[in-house]
């Protein structure tokens, strides 16, 4: 039976039969959100990556690391949190010290950079696969949260869409380009994604919803407006495509790939109107483009398009690990 | 290359080039002891399960799920901790509804039981495999250690040892016993562990240091010892054994079986001279029984033991997933 990981987690993890005093968002965000004091809300995440489905055989051990860390922390950024602690739970087929000198150098560098300390570590045998736990913190009541959307705010994205995507084909060899230069960019952002987790952080003050582009932008806007039971209009040619696609794809390719692909790790965001004055000061330090792509409308409206300033109807669907995948049931 | 869990953990992540000034424990003990506010410090720690390696094929969704969770909870128990928090990232080669169903069906149970609450999920394909993040709180400066043991403390363990080995081996046919009532108690204790959760919490305020019997007493204790820069001598004679145990097997078996074998999830601890009168009113309302088995003493002693008074000398190693099972590198 074909089923998506949403509704298999709806279905079967969605109840929480205790509800804690101390949860303020369990399962549905990109973090869980739990209040250990007064003052601090602790955001916790944890993803999976299996060899095979979400990252390449032949894949750089240190790529796996960075790319392992960077997925987990554009969760935190999401929620606008401090990254803190990772706790990681690596299965391995066998003992290649290479293989873990070169996995963990990378990891530490990461780490490092974000003043992050690994806490918790298991390893076992099995297939290539790993589990990270990642921990922030947030001043209590400022979490990013995908529910807070309303009708009127603006939408925004950081950075370009859909540059992943088109270089995980070129490293799957399903598409080519000739140009040295512009196939390293995209293979390198498909491979060292930046978390915006700056970005995030200045968010906090200024953005009525936070969600980041793991699954593609029409579905995870998407889970935007379901948790803000809101609808939104986006503006097709607002839509930030980097230079690189543009040169070497067709406009089409280029808006299939940014409405639908995933694995971009740029934040999707609302702002109302009163903070939009307010985002330069708050995200032109970080060096990271942000666009404004559409506008939050009422629910029943849905999600429509405008193309010339025209409506269009679009029909695509996000990318889902049981549903989208190659090889997949 | 055969090379232990441990030794993979120590040289390849025990690294801590940033250290935060808020954890206060990191890789090497139960749980990692992060402190998050003047009065409070969480505890988390993580675990993997791979089909094949910690679990049976043929396992019940039901029952694998009990034993992930309780085996988290253990190091909870270890630790002192009330249980709080649970992530759960699952990778499941197909769906299956039955089977979805009857693992969340007892997940949620064991989780009620406890008060805690599933906060983040993840579902991803691959080989069956799962990795549970746990958290857990004490109060700061209680968390039960590894390193807290002293030359003189008396070393003690809660329940029996050696059931869930036996029960393990009558599972996969390797042993037989005709005694159909003997038979499902030893397979309950490999399939349902109680984690000694009201046991480790009433502990905080009376043992010097814990751990808890996953891969083996010789082995575990050999961690209390070594992070407490201390020997042992350990009792044989002492060592609790079930009736279960005592009826159906040779001495020398059981004797093999409680010093050696893993998944017990009984805790290990050490008690000053001080601190053992109290120990009834602290742990005999929870109804498990405790034993004295053992003394610490200086490290330059090692690890001893005594049998029938005198010293025997014994040749075991603990149990660890790269080194000593069944298929492995």
Known sequence: MACGEFELISRYFGRELCSRHDVEEGIGDDCALVNVSEKKTLAISTDTLVEGVHFLRDIHPADLAYKALAVNLSDLAAIGADPAWLTLALTLPKVNNNWLKAFSDSLFDFLDYYQMQLIGGDITRGPLSMTLGIHGTVPRGLALKRSGACVGDWIYVTGTLGDSVAGLQLLRDKINIHDQVSRDALIRRHLRPIPRVPQGKSLRDLASSAIDLSDGLISDLGHILEASSCGAQL?????????????????????????????????CFTVPEMNRASLEIA??????????????????????????????????KGFDHFRMHEGCI
């Not at 330090?285 to 666009?291: F, N």
């Open 235 to 267: 503006n097709l040619d607002a839509l930030p495509i980097s230079s690189v696609i543009t040169k070497n794809f067709s406009a089409q390719q280029a808006l299939r790939w940014a409405l639908s692909s995933g694995e971009d790790y740029e934040l």
């Open 283 to 316: 995200l032109g330090p970080h060096g990271v483009s942000y666009t404004c792509i559409g506008k939050v409308f009422p629910q029943e409206n849905g999600l429509t398009f405008l193309k010339n300033h025209k409506p269009v109807k679009i029909c695509l």
